[in-house]
């Protein structure tokens, strides 16, 4: 090869050129087939970055030893494409040779090609000398030509032509033949079983075997003993080798079919064209079979797999997917029964075992191996998708409503599982019928994820789907909630906030839940979060009171909560928000009711618009009340009201009054706290309250039952002294006890306090403490006879302090029924002002403190009998003039409503500068 | 086949072995990083370990987004064979020896070939003069054109 090339190039010089070097031609140099390592590395790169995001993803979840052993095999899996790829490079480092040993190699098996190329022309044109022959000259003739110039040899050998057959003789001929026929295969020669439909005409039998084969037999001799001839045959299904073309092939069976007649009559050639037929079927369906998985333009390609042993052609479906449970069909010759012959048959062997129960339909009259894949495939398909469909119902999740299934028993590419995963989500499960991969739609990461982990395990069961498909929803259902929840102001608290010990402990007992999600409403107490498990029974919600132990968390309760849906929807969940919020709010003030050991019944009730079974607590008064509970009904309910639009509860505690509360006017109210209403004709109040969800009122209660109890009883004293209110709410009662000029007080009581204010220039600040006190002690009732028993010698003792002259008299408080008066000018005298009861009557008694004597008369002695003889005041105790002023010569008893008159008569005695005062007074 | 006895490089092949050798660095260090993480994985115990696996991922993740990996400019290219051989887990170098025992094989092979063709061509030659003799010109020019003995 070399040698010629060069030879030809030596041929093309000119010969003066004889001195150049002749160089053989570079070898051609080969790129075909090489991988460029930029591009390995880069892959390989790409493809790791990839699956390390996966694996992070994939690590989210898990127990501990799941996660590492995920990381792990990631690694140790990576680390090997890796060290491929480095042997590769420190391959390439030295391997810079490589390239052109290949080209050698190429050219070498060029060179080969070309001489066994060139040797088997060489073997052709041997044998074409084989008939190159020169015949020998005919001299004789050649003579005879050349002498007389023309041959006597006669150009013909003088045969007759046979007389021409009327038409008259053959119709006589073949209406012989077809009798003799007749005769023979009714009489002579009966026909086998499965060959006895034949028509004679034209001097031929013709024999069929539907969907088999035609065949035209004639006889050469009147004897019915004589051989039947073979005369032509037709095969009857389509498509068919085609013979034609092939005319030995054709001529070889009719020979050997007539030699199969000589020897063995009619069965023999009924067998022999029927397994000719048969062998021929399988053989189209097995070229049908080759065309289809052939790798350029067949449809098929890599997806079946066709092989022939003896008669029988199997064909492997799906063989890229599933790769442990192989699928295939054999198509072979079935035994012949009692009353069949030997025919076409299919065994279908799904899943690595035979189906017995199925008939596998085959079209033996028109062949086409892709129909009868096809009809396989959708048989496969239909047994799939429907144990799938049984799978699924018995899972309470997929009702039936949620489950369609569609089976196309001629086009698989239509059958259809349709399953509806969520309220908003469907999932379609169809299988490729080439490639026999399943097709989840529509597609979502997690679908897709799914669909990418069924196509490449090696064998998957039903219930491996089953349980893909459960997980699935859960999934799709636990992002939904998740997306949802989070726009209604949900937070969503990480998994491991609870511990997998607890998890099994309080959630695994009725169902194991596949997957979990935990909620808590943004505003809940910080102890409460919402679980939600779901399960392959549903879902199921929880409220979960948790408990820091030591920087985690542990379950201290559980309690499950009725699910109106489970669609979780907005609406839904709002509804749940609200469920699980009144339900950990009776969990918790029933909580503190049990911790302070007050009476309820927590008893069930129908919730107003929204339908659900709402419970309230019915709280016996008498043992929550600190004080005499008398006054109340028996029972409070505390209901749960609303949610505020950031979370929070609005929660309602009605109770009401044995008695109308008639003392309370509706106009009184008007101005009170919004949190407590009263409806004084029926004696009903209610409190509202507005907590965090989780945090409990009870407390809050007592403290607002007490109130009220305080408000019910001194608004009631009040009206009982006819006095009237100017301001009421709870925790504090304006009320005025004398109208002119009007002097009010304020009573202000919260809890355990309680006080009595009044407003400044009141004359009873000056007893303010003392009257505290008596509210305190002795209540309201004994506050108000004071105030009245007291004003008037207030308002005096005001205005003597006030607008005498600076210095002369101190007005010291001893107690509410004592007051003293001290003049330190005028001979430190001291007067006392003391409330005694006469006679179911107060008055006030007016005396001398301290005995003083006038000047000059310190040494006196004093009489027992009449201590005030030398007091300044002598002349007051005697005098008897004024109504209600009773002299006692010592001291004086005073009415209360004249003590007003008698102190100021006292004080201008010790103060005559004040009689001024007084004058100007009565003057103005 | 890289001895010590081949051509030294050319300027550019000194280039791309520099190439290959930075190449070779880099994926020893992304190899030492996985085999480092799952050793860490494997005897991980408590945070303090879960912070080692955490800079070990993130190690490996900046190793991998390099942009000099692999290297823009390197032409090496591998046959396919090769790659097929190192995928199965098999040493290239047998590759390479069971290849130039390939070509050897080939060489001699077609030597014989080149051989027998040229005693078929001088015994077809003689065979050809003594059966027609006039044609001993196109016989010498053919034996000459095709690398036999001059004859004249």
Redesign the interface.
């Known amino acids: 090869m070399n ?2 090339s ?3 190039q030596k ?1 093309r010089r000119p010969a003066k050129d004889d001195e150049a070097v002749v160089k053989a031609p570079p070898l051609p140099h080969i790129t075909l ?6 591009l ?3 892959r390989l ?1 790409q493809d ?2 990839n699956r ?1 995001g996966e694996l ?1 993803d994939e690590i989210q979840e898990g127990t ?1 030893k799941d996660r ?1 052993l995920k ?2 095999n990631f ?2 899996e ?2 090997q494409q ?17 390239p052109g ?2 080209d ?2 190429s050219y ?2 060029h ?2 090609l070309t ?1 066994d190329r ?1 040797l088997s022309e060489m073997f052709r044109i041997r044998s074409d000398f084989v008939t190159a022959k020169v015949p020998n000259a005919d001299l004789k003739t050649a003579l005879e030509v050349l002498s007389k110039g023309s041959s006597s040899v006669p150009k013909t050998y003088g045969f007759l032509p046979p007389p021409p057959l009327s038409a008259a003789e053959i119709l006589r001929t073949v209406r012989k033949i077809n009798t003799l026929l007749a005769f023979r295969f009714s009489l002579h020669e009966i026909p086998p079983v499965h060959f006895r439909s034949y028509k004679i005409r034209s001097g031929k039998a013709t024999f069929t075997v539907e969907n088999e084969f035609e065949v035209d037999l004639s006889i050469g001799q009147e004897d019915h003993t004589s051989q039947l001839y073979l005369v032509d045959f037709r095969f009857l299904f389509t498509p068919t080798m085609d013979l034609e073309p092939l005319q030995r092939f054709r001529s070889a069976i009719i020979n050997q079919g007539n030699t199969i007649l000589l020897n063995k009559q009619l069965p023999g050639i009924y067998d022999f064209l029927h397994n000719l037929a048969l062998t021929n079927k399988i053989s189209v369906l097995a070229g049908q079979a080759g065309l289809l998985q052939e790798i350029t333009g067949g449809r098929w390609a890599e997806a079946i797999n066709c092989t022939m042993f003896k008669r029988t052609l199997r064909i492997n479906y799906w063989i890229m997917s599933r790769a442990d449970s192989k699928s295939w069909i054999d198509v072979g010759v079935l035994a012949p029964t009692e009353k069949l012959p030997s025919r076409l048959g299919v065994r279908w062997f799904r899943e690595n075992k035979e189906v017995t129960d199925v008939e596998v339909p085959l079209d033996v009259a028109n062949l086409s191996t892709e129909r009868l894949l096809k009809s396989v495939i959708a048989l496969h398909t239909r047994h799939i998708l429907t144990n799938l469909h049984q799978s699924l119902s018995s899972l309470a999740i997929f009702p039936p409503h949620t489950l369609k299934l569609k089976i196309d028993e001629l086009d698989s590419s239509n059958s259809v599982l349709s399953i509806q995963l969520t309220a908003t989500r469907e999932l379609s499960i169809a299988i490729e019928p080439i490639t026999g991969k399943f097709v989840l739609k529509k597609p979502s990461t997690i679908i897709s994820n799914a669909e990418a982990s069924i196509n490449s395990s090696s064998s998957i069961s039903i219930y491996n789907l089953r349980d893909m498909i459960g997980n699935l929803r859960h999934r799709t259902l636990r992002e939904e909630i998740v997306d949802r929840a989070s726009k209604l102001d949900w937070e969503c608290p990480p998994l491991r906030i609870i511990k997998p010990d607890d998890v099994k402990k309080w959630f695994g007992q009725d169902h194991k839940p596949r997957y979990i999600i935990y909620l808590r409403r943004k505003n809940w107490y910080k102890n409460w979060i919402l679980a939600i498990t779901m399960g392959d029974n549903g879902e199921q919600a929880w409220i979960v009171d948790l408990r820091e132990v030591g920087g985690s968390h542990e379950i201290a309760n559980v309690k499950i909560i009725a699910l109106k849906t489970e669609k979780f929807g907005f609406s839904s969940l709002s509804h749940l928000e609200m469920v699980a919020s009144a339900t950990i709010s009776n969990y918790v003030n029933c909580k503190e009711l049990d911790d302070r050991n007050i009476q309820y019944t927590l008893k069930q009730s129908k919730g107003g618009e929204s339908g659900i079974r709402r419970a309230h607590i019915c709280i016996r008064t008498a043992s929550i009340m600190r004080t005499d509970a008398s006054w109340a009904r028996d029972s409070l309910t505390l209901n749960y009201s609303n949610l505020t639009s950031n979370g929070e509860i609005r929660l309602v505690v009605q109770g009401g009054a044995k008695e109308p509360m008639t003392q309370l006017k509706m106009e009184d109210m008007s101005s009170s706290d919004s949190d407590i209403f009263f409806h004084p004709p029926s004696g009903s109040f209610g409190m509202n309250f507005v907590t965090k969800v989780g945090v409990g009122v009870i407390d809050q209660v007592i403290q607002r039952l007490q109130s009220i109890e305080r408000l019910i009883s001194f608004v009631s004293v009040i009206r009982q002294k006819n006095l009237s209110c100017q301001h009421v709410e709870l925790g504090k009662i304006v009320f005025v006890y004398t109208t002119s000029p009007i002097r009010s007080a304020t009573i202000q009581f919260s809890g355990e306090q309680l006080e009595l204010i009044f407003p400044e220039g009141s004359p009873h600040v000056r007893v303010s403490t003392f009257l505290n006190d008596l509210l305190k002690k002795g209540g309201l009732t004994q506050v108000i006879s004071q105030l009245k028993l007291t004003t008037s010698l207030l308002v005096a003792l005001d205005e003597i302090e006030k607008k005498s002259p600076e210095g002369i008299v101190n007005i010291t408080t001893r107690g509410l029924e004592w007051y003293r008066l001290y003049y330190p000018n005028t001979r430190n005298h001291i007067i006392d002002i003391r409330a005694f009861r006469r006679r179911s009557e107060l008055v006030w008694f007016i005396k001398d403190g301290n005995i003083v004597r006038p000047q000059g008369q310190q040494d006196q002695p004093i009489n027992p009998h009449d201590p005030a003889a030398y007091s300044p005041l002598r002349p007051f105790y005697v005098d008897d003039s004024t109504p209600g002023i009773e002299g006692l010569r010592s001291g004086s008893a005073v009415k209360a409503e004249m003590i007003g008159e008698a102190l100021n008569r006292v004080h201008v005695i010790l103060c005559p500068e004040y009689a001024q005062v007084l004058a100007a007074k009565s003057g103005g | 086949m890289a001895g010590a006895n081949t051509t030294p490089f050319t300027q550019e092949e000194a280039a791309q072995q520099a190439l290959l050798e930075k190449l070779e660095n880099d994926l020893r260090g992304i190899i030492g990083t996985l085999l480092e993480t799952s050793i860490q994985t494997y005897t991980y115990a408590g945070s303090q370990s879960g912070e080692s696996i955490y800079n070990h991922i993130k190690d490996l993740s900046s190793q991998l987004a390099s942009p000099s990996l692999p290297p823009k400019d390197l032409t090496a290219a591998l046959p396919q064979e090769v790659i097929a051989y190192v995928s199965q887990g098999r040493n290239p170098d047998i590759y390479t020896r069971e290849f130039v025992e390939l070509v050897q094989r080939s060489n001699q092979a077609a030597g014989g070939r080149v051989k027998a063709f040229g005693d078929f061509r001088d015994i077809l030659a003689d065979k050809i003069l003594a059966a027609f003799p006039e044609l001993k010109e196109d016989v010498e020019r053919v034996i000459e054109n095709t690398g036999g003995p001059r004859k004249k």
Do not use: C, N
């Not at chain 1, 042997?87 to 490589?98: H, R, W």
């Open positions: 040698g010629t060069e030879g030809k041929d087939g090489y991988h460029p390592l930029r390995l590395v880069q790169k790791t970055f390390l992070i501990e590492k990381i792990i690694m140790m990576r680390r890796w060290t491929k790829v480095l042997v590769l490079v420190m391959y390439a480092k030295k391997a810079q040779d490589l040993l290949i050698l190699s070498f098996w060179f080969k001489t060139f």
